[in-house]
């Protein structure tokens, strides 16, 4: 829970995952990444902004080579929910082909957003392409996504922290917890 001096202790309601559990789940997703991958070379494409925290911490803990990219890729703008409509930013730079990407992701929620992302990853000739995401919401699954690798199930709550925001706020908390209706509405 966020001490007195947080400036958003009001907005925030129940802690979902402490900065411990975060902590430790990221190191057990890298060992099952860097297993997976042993004596390859991986293209990290993080999805920006919210899932950075996310893969700084995971990319130290990896144990195999690997370069990073960056994508920007939203349905949500500044919305609690999902609008449906995907918008990609730009894509990575570089060739991709023949190469064995991991997308990281903050959170899977309707799965629009990392389906369009795949897809276009694929269709530029990558040998593989795998997702990685802290939080994922089967329950609001709007399209067939299912990622690969998963830090925590959640509930339908909206979440922040750990890069998660709401009107990009509340992405430096250092633990993810449950956005209190009355912070947005």
Known sequence: MPDDSCPWKNDIGDVLLTEGQ???????????????YAGQHLVLVVALK???VFAADLMRALQVPLCLDFVAASSYGSGTVSSGEVRV??????DLKGRHVLVVEDIVDSGRTLSVL????????????????L????????VDFRPEYVGFEIPDHFVVGYGLDY???????????VLRPEAYQ
């Open 50 to 52: 919210g899932a950075v």
């Open 167 to 177: 009107a990009e706020r509340y992405r430096s908390l250092p633990f993810v917890a």
């Open 22 to 36: 975060i902590r430790q789940r990221v190191q057990e997703l890298a060992a099952e990444v860097s297993a997976d």
């Open 118 to 133: 795949v897809a276009s990853l694929r269709s530029r000739g990558a040998a593989s392409v795998k997702t990685c995401c």
């Open 135 to 142: 939080l994922d919401k089967p329950s609001r699954r709007a």
């Open 89 to 94: 930013g730009y894509e990575t730079c570089g």
